[in-house]
């Protein structure tokens, strides 16, 4: 079947039932052994030239699953595919050639930034692992990265804490395109940043997607942002993805009642009188990983379970061609 | 009148020169009126506060100008006067309640030990309240709560039992530092939900420092917005969010992503970064990233005047 896809159809990376587990504490421990369900039966695909916004709060294992879709975690469970090919469980030697198609941004410049490095020789690094070219072709390719990241070439000198917030990221962004990648998998890349400059890198990426034609994954607590930059949305609770579908659809209609209290939180500049939006105040906390709930993980925290959810699980369900929730009772208009 | 900050200037020395964090600082509070301070990481929002709570004991620093807390001057105020209201009838809500809880008492220890400590009651009394004020902030089962240790306790609980703290002594001013930054957007709801409940039950005057825009348009009556240790903007909460004139405040909300409605392809960014407290502009601080600067901007900084929605800045006073 894949051979009948165009190239633009067929996903670039795509994960099936994909799952990422952690034991922690030892036979010793009061508690024993016990396994974390970071991730948890995820199957999404993705295609080339979009952005998809991966979105949940902390802990529901949204970075747990961009490090799996890098392979910086090795998967537990379920299938992980680049262009169709198999690279669940490569090696690491196997995997370097397909490194440099496949990139990371993370969330903290300063910690991803060697100190003692100065930031020129940073951004060559990549460029000297993986291309062999000779040291003026990198000088040159440096140049031209750091005029792609909005950088000045006299910045190339300097060591990362010369700079501000916003530069380390254009830094660590200079980095992650340095070798031509084909998906750049972005971990919060804005979060650490002021309003004023988070903009700027917003931007930024957008440009540089248009420029490049790179895929993006990316990953924000901050939905605004999220909404921006996405042409797909993800939304994901406790681990597993509970809707999926286009990033408009979702703030328009969101259709799964996490999806719904989410958007509802956030808060809004608006200019009538306060509180007047609708807003659903969701109880209790977000139940650990190590015993998810019955039935739909939701449940406990759903204004609308029934019995049925306390005790069979919905599946991520495509109602209709690209909106995929995973609830009993979705709200589709 | 609650608090009445006059002209404040808080400068520190340091090994490259005096940085002024906060330069001319003024602003009234009313009784049951929740006041909002914006900015920019550096744009001295936080040390205006700790001035405020006569926290800055840095010996490198310098506090001029005027705090009158119901009347009262509290700058150059003894320690033993200032801890008497702070706790009592200043309390204080910090970004990270782990700072402001120790790990090795329980949460109810914790909260009865500052109510004993203002209030002389007894233990069982104390701990009577604790039960009371965990459970107007939402524990859902307040009694176990008290016998649980902080890290026993999710970010939002956590951020919970800070607030029971807060309010454990009815303070007529509650001053809170960025308190849902690090929560999530659902937990963050459900305390600037509480935040609201709480000054109509209190009738606690708050000053709610953040960075986040959203925020401020739901909780604030009035919005002072900050930038590089001076008040670039004060208005009512509608005034400024419906009619901002500074063109900082017009650029914030500017560069803020829509969460509904047509999406720009380009969000409208400020260009460069907050400058230095080091190195700052002879004129005014935003000049260098201002759309509008002109002639006037680069030689004097603007004031904001006396007016209730004031912008401080040379274009709006001319227009």
């Known amino acids: 079947m894949s051979e009948l896809m165009t190239d633009t159809d067929r996903p670039i990376l795509e994960t099936r039932s994909l799952a990422k587990r952690f034991s922690i504490g030892s036979r010793f421990s009061a508690e024993g052994r016990r396994t974390v369900h970071a991730v948890d039966n995820v199957s999404l695909s993705v295609r080339r030239g979009e952005t998809v916004g991966l979105v949940g709060e902390s802990g529901c294992g949204k970075s747990t699953l961009a490090r799996c879709l890098v392979r910086l975690y090795d998967i537990t469970d379920g299938k992980l595919l680049f262009e169709g090919d198999d690279i669940t469980s490569k090696s690491l030697s196997e995997l370097r050639p397909l490194r440099r198609r496949l990139q990371m941004v993370f969330q903290d410049p300063s910690a991803s930034l060697n100190p003692r490095r100065r930031v020129g020789d940073l951004v060559a690094e990549p460029l000297r692992i993986h291309g062999k070219v000779s040291a003026r072709e990198i000088t040159a390719r440096v140049a031209e990265l750091f005029e792609l990241v909005g950088l000045l070439p006299d910045h190339m000198m300097r060591y990362p804490h010369e700079f501000s917030g916003g530069q380390r990221q254009r830094v660590g962004i200079a980095r992650a395109i340095a070798l031509n990648p084909d998906l750049v998998v972005l971990d919060e890349p804005v979060s650490a940043l002021d309003v004023s400059v988070q903009a700027q890198i917003v931007n930024l990426l957008a440009d540089l997607q248009e420029k490049l034609k790179l895929t993006y994954i990316f990953i924000a607590h901050d939905l605004s942002v999220v909404r921006q930059v996405s042409t797909r949305i993800a939304v994901m609770y406790l681990g597993s993805i509970v809707e999926e579908c286009p990033a408009e659809e979702v703030f328009a209609t969101p259709a799964h009642p996490y999806s719904q209290a989410l958007i509802s939180a956030v808060p809004i500049v608006e200019t009538t009188p306060a509180g007047a939006r609708k807003r659903i105040i969701l109880t209790g906390d977000v139940p650990s990983p190590l015993k998810p709930p019955s039935g739909c993980r939701f449940h406990p925290r759903c204004p609308i379970a029934a019995d049925r959810c306390r005790s069979e699980r919905p599946e991520l369900k495509e109602y209709r061609p690209g909106r995929k929730v995973a609830c009993h009772f979705p709200t589709l208009t | ?319």
Request: aromatic share 4%.
């Open chain 2, 1 to 319: 009148m609650i608090l009445s900050v006059r002209d404040l200037k808080v400068s520190f020395r340091t090994h490259d020169g005096p940085v002024r964090a906060i330069d001319g600082v003024s602003f009234d509070l009313e009784e049951s009126e929740i006041l909002g301070v914006v900015g920019e990481s550096g744009s001295g929002k936080t040390v205006s506060l700790l001035a405020v709570m006569g926290l800055i004991t840095d010996p490198n620093a310098t506090i001029e100008g005027s705090i009158r807390y119901k009347g009262r001057e509290l700058v150059g105020l003894p320690p033993r006067e200032l801890r008497r209201l702070r706790g009592n009838e200043i309390a204080m809500i910090f970004q990270d309640p782990m700072t402001a809880l120790t790990p090795v008492y329980t949460i109810g220890w914790q909260i009865a030990e500052q109510i004993r400590a203002h209030r002389g009651v007894s233990k069982p009394k104390a701990m009577e309240r604790v039960e009371q004020l965990l459970a107007e902030v939402n524990f859902p089962n307040p009694h176990e709560a008290m016998s649980r240790y902080p890290h026993q306790l999710s970010g939002g609980m956590r951020q919970r039992a800070v607030i029971a703290m807060a309010l454990s002594c009815d303070p007529a001013l509650l001053v809170a530092d960025e308190p849902t930054t690090a929560l999530d957007v659902t937990v963050q709801a459900g305390i600037l939900d509480l935040v609201r409940k709480l000054r109509a039950k209190h009738k606690s005057a708050v000053v709610f420092i953040t960075h986040d825009m959203g925020v401020v348009s739901e909780l604030a009556d009035r919005v002072m917005v900050m930038y590089a240790g001076r008040v670039v903007e004060r208005g009512t909460r509608t005034e400024l969010f419906s009619d901002p004139r500074h063109p900082y405040t017009r650029a914030l909300l500017g560069s803020i992503p829509p969460l509904t409605g047509e999406k720009p392809r380009r969000l409208p960014a400020i260009p460069g970064s907050p400058p230095s407290l080091l190195r700052l502009p002879e004129g005014c601080a935003f000049g260098p990233r201002c759309p509008v600067r002109y002639e006037p901007c680069e030689a004097r900084k603007p004031g904001l005047g006396a007016s209730a929605h004031a912008a401080a800045c040379f274009r709006v006073a001319q227009a």
